[in-house]
């Protein structure tokens, strides 16, 4: 399954939808071979041939639930066996969590979702990987992460801090991730608001969604290709991006020591050596 063509290769997670799908297909119409990974067999289906009507090729397509630290690992062993070389990973899959879960690995889900299974999926593909960019957010603001204690949020639930918490643990990750592996450039980045499939288990959230004026998924993706795309001189590896700039993150997701701590965390969590 090796592309022999010379085009790139850029694997997108949480493809099946919102931001992931909008960015596959944009890539895909750049001529880029895109992978789309998603949880639910029926959506990533249909996002494939999404992209095939736009692109005119329909992409391979790998089912993974990153509540499911072992559909991480096998997701690994698949990529590996079928591709020499992922030119660009984009770690996008994640989810707003409105109620206190636990995963059958034992974490609260948002942390798990959001940032263990990336982090998992990219130690175990570290050397395929060209680029790496990552879905951060804006809500790392609301984020309180303490590294000795990643299912603190379930005490006292707020989906809010949750979610923020998890991605707080996206951008420390980036960074942490070039000091370690200087070898592959790696970036972040904000979407912005945006209206996608987030939390519509909820009437609530589903109609703000609706109603509310959110960020299309393509105006959410610009920055996500944008960052596949640009020239690694024009950019600061291991910084947080939004509309296609620099931006300076909350001080507590840039510190380098919380970074490494988190890391440490994070490779015991889901079994890694350091």
Same mark, same amino acid.
């Given at each position: $399954?090796?592309?022999? @063509?010379?085009?790139? =290769?850029?694997?997108?997670?949480?493809?099946?939808?919102?931001?992931?799908?909008?960015?596959?297909?944009?890539?895909?119409?750049?001529?880029?071979?895109?992978?789309?990974?998603?949880?639910?067999?029926?959506?990533?289906?249909?996002?494939?041939?999404?992209?095939?009507?736009?692109?005119?090729?329909?992409?391979?397509?790998?089912?993974?639930?990153?509540?499911?630290?072992?559909?991480?690992?096998?997701?690994?062993?698949?990529?590996?066996?079928?591709?020499?070389?992922?030119?660009?990973?984009?770690?996008?899959?994640?989810?707003?969590?409105?109620?206190?879960?636990?995963?059958?690995?034992?974490?609260?889900?948002?942390?798990?979702?959001?940032?263990?299974?990336? +982090?998992?999926?990219?130690?175990?593909?570290?050397?395929?990987?060209?680029? $790496?960019?990552?879905?951060?957010?804006?809500?790392?603001?609301?984020?309180?992460?303490?590294?000795?204690?990643?299912?603190?949020? =379930?005490?006292?639930?707020?989906?809010?801090?949750?979610?923020?918490?998890?991605?707080?643990?996206?951008?420390? +990750?980036?960074?942490?991730?070039?000091?370690?592996?200087?070898?592959?450039?790696?970036?972040?980045?904000?979407?912005?608001?945006?209206? @996608?499939?987030?939390?519509?288990?909820?009437?609530?959230?589903?109609?703000? $969604?609706?109603?509310?004026? +959110?960020?299309?998924?393509?105006?959410?993706?610009?920055?996500?290709?944008?960052?596949?795309?640009?020239?690694?001189?024009?950019?600061?590896?291991?910084?947080?991006?939004?509309?296609?700039?620099?931006?300076?993150?909350?001080?507590?997701?840039?510190?380098?020591?919380?970074?490494?701590?988190?890391?440490?965390?994070?490779?015991?969590?889901?079994?890694?050596?350091?």
């Amino acid at each position: $399954m090796e592309d022999l @063509t010379g085009r790139r =290769l850029v694997v997108v997670t949480g493809a099946s939808s919102g931001i992931g799908l909008a960015a596959a297909v944009d890539l895909a119409c750049r001529g880029d071979q895109v992978v789309l990974v998603g949880r639910d067999p029926a959506r990533l289906q249909a996002a494939a041939e999404q992209v095939r009507e736009a692109a005119g090729e329909r992409p391979e397509v790998f089912r993974a639930d990153f509540a499911v630290l072992d559909d991480v690992r096998r997701l690994a062993g698949k990529l590996r066996a079928a591709y020499d070389r992922i030119d660009v990973l984009a770690n996008n899959a994640g989810a707003i969590v409105l109620q206190p879960l636990t995963t059958v690995d034992g974490f609260e889900l948002s942390i798990q979702a959001n940032h263990l299974a990336p +982090f998992l999926l990219s130690n175990l593909l570290r050397d395929r990987i060209g680029r $790496m960019v990552v879905t951060a957010s804006g809500a790392h603001r609301s984020g309180t992460l303490d590294p000795d204690d990643l299912n603190a949020p =379930l005490r006292r639930y707020r989906p809010i801090n949750a979610y923020g918490t998890s991605k707080q643990a996206n951008i420390l +990750f980036t960074a942490e991730a070039v000091r370690r592996w200087p070898e592959i450039p790696a970036y972040c980045f904000h979407p912005g608001v945006v209206r @996608t499939r987030f939390g519509t288990d909820s009437r609530l959230v589903a109609l703000g $969604m609706r109603l509310l004026p +959110f960020r299309s998924p393509e105006k959410g993706a610009e920055t996500l290709v944008w960052l596949a795309n640009q020239d690694q001189a024009r950019l600061v590896t291991g910084g947080y991006y939004h509309d296609r700039r620099l931006r300076r993150p909350l001080r507590k997701a840039a510190d380098p020591l919380l970074a490494a701590r988190l890391w440490t965390a994070s490779a015991h969590a889901v079994g890694l050596e350091e």
